[in-house]
């Protein structure tokens, strides 16, 4: 599921050979909500919602972007795909079910409009730090639709490159995995890699490199099944792998790409997950071979999804003792934690960066300001040292200090450092401070302090680590 301007030309289902069983979590076909599984041993949670809430409500307004009409702003017309819905943020739509999944309905006015859903992570860092291996999971259940009431169903589980935030032009390049696609209720599961360039390129666009199998046991339209992508830079050449229900049946290594073109999909800040229900458009009427969606199609059959997860395993530094207690949304300590996804703040502003990877800033950062950061997981191995991407255009005498606190803004900072004019408001550097060992799981605060009323720092990121 792309937004850049492309047709796809898609063959029918075909089979797939099982190459490996991971065997790593206990999957579930059937039945209704489950929690988040706990990490594995050796990996730790950066990044969950299991959609528990009141029926029919939003989804957390502090984990997704709900994206509405029929493109970016400024980006390509049908979100580049000519699929033909219009994304709404209503209820109807899109909503929690009130026991632990979240809903995305298509629907067709009685004009013959169809609206739907889509949603997109605030977060845009999801990237395994060098030599361990990043998981993308959602256990979700497809429209359960089939036949010709299924034409022109579209739904997907998908993540974008960060630097397509305020371009939506640079695709394919910044990269693309498709970790669940289906269309006109068939029961197949794609897997997809989008890279390079289009038409043509080292990902074959507009087609991409993918593969497709039917879901174990049950159809993918009539039980839950488990979608994983894997992102594994512990091993070189670099491997990127798709599963359904823990059974691998696409993989690519990094030896197939030109450098080039890997740094570009890779080197980047990270990837932002998208989750979708689109009608019409190249994928599925390329594989009926007409236009979707027709007069037979039946509106109001939803995408049930249960969790979306992200774990990291704990190779290179990570949290080698994670806790399975800890809640899920539980951060990683070591991830690369994005300023502007704040649980709560007090007298800033978010704005869009020019720095490497795009995407947005925490602003206007004066005396007295504070961000928070609601359950940052530290492990057993204490966090010795504090580092934040920061940026200063503070005029001439005015400088402050950023400040790390543990569960409340008020207590004792546990380290901090000083900053001044970094030559601009966009100008960035990497600016790193010891703290005292921390472990367990707390609430973290940013906190600003400056002798002068003015602005005087932008924060774009923080991160921890043992030294």
């Known amino acids: 599921m792309t937004t850049a301007n492309r047709r796809r030309r898609r063959l029918a289902p075909v089979a797939v ?53 029929h493109a970016y702003p400024g980006g390509p017309a049908n979100w580049g795909t000519g699929e033909i819905q219009n994304y709404t943020s209503s209820t109807s739509n899109l909503s929690l079910d009130g026991s632990g999944n979240l809903r995305i309905t298509p629907l067709r006015s009685g004009s013959g409009e169809w609206t739907s859903a889509r949603i997109e992570t605030r977060r845009s860092d999801f990237k395994p730090a060098d030599g361990r291996v990043l998981r993308i999971e959602g256990r979700i259940q497809m429209p359960n639709v089939t036949g010709n009431a299924a034409l022109g169903y579209w739904p997907a589980f998908w993540a974008l490159g960060s630097p397509y935030r305020g371009n939506y032009w640079n695709w394919p390049g910044i990269g693309e995995f498709d970790i669940m696609e289906n269309v006109n209720g068939l029961n197949s599961v794609w897997a997809v890699l989008h890279c390079g360039v289009a038409p043509g390129g080292p990902c074959e666009e507009n087609n991409g490199l993918g593969a497709s199998r039917a879901c174990p046991g049950a159809s993918c339209q009539s039980a839950f099944h488990t979608y994983r992508f894997e992102w594994d ?30 740094n570009n999909m890779t080197g980047h800040a990270g990837y932002f997950l998208l989750l979708n229900v689109a009608m019409g458009g190249a994928f599925p009427n390329g594989v009926a071979g007409f236009g979707t969606p027709t007069g037979d199609t039946v509106p109001g059959r939803p995408m049930l999804v249960d969790y979306v997860a992200v774990w990291q395993s704990g190779t290179g530094g990570g949290d080698p003792d994670p806790d399975p207690s800890d809640p899920p949304g539980s951060v990683d300590a070591r991830s690369t934690i994005q300023a502007e996804r704040y649980t709560a703040q007090s007298g800033t502003m978010v704005e869009s960066t020019t720095d490497s990877g795009g995407g947005q800033n925490v602003g206007g950062l004066s005396n007295g300001d504070w ?14 040292q504090f580092k934040a991407r920061v940026a200063s255009g503070a005029g001439a005498g005015v400088s402050g200090l950023v400040q790390v606190r543990l569960d409340s803004p008020t207590a004792a900072p546990i380290g901090d450092f000083a900053i001044g004019n970094t030559g601009g408001w966009q100008s960035w550097r990497t600016i790193p401070a010891n703290i005292s060992g921390v472990t367990g799981t707390h609430t973290v605060y940013l906190t600003f302090s400056s002798g002068q009323p003015a602005d005087f720092v932008n924060v774009n990121w923080f991160t921890f680590s043992t030294s």
Do not use: C, K
């Not at 957390?60 to 009409?69: E, K, P």
């Open 17 to 69: 050979v099982l190459v490996a069983l991971t065997g790593l979590l206990v999957q579930m076909t059937a039945g209704a909500s489950a929690s988040v599984p706990p990490p594995p041993a050796g990996w730790s949670l950066v990044w969950a919602d299991d959609f528990e809430g009141p029926a029919n409500t939003l989804p957390s307004s502090n984990n997704w972007i709900i994206d509405t009409g």
């Open 233 to 262: 830079r512990s091993t070189s050449p670099n491997q990127l792998r798709w599963y359904v229900d823990g059974q691998l049946y696409h993989s690519l290594s990094q030896s197939r790409f030109d450098a080039t073109t890997w």
């Open 371 to 384: 961000l928070r950061f609601d359950g940052v997981t530290f492990g057993s191995q204490a966090a010795r």
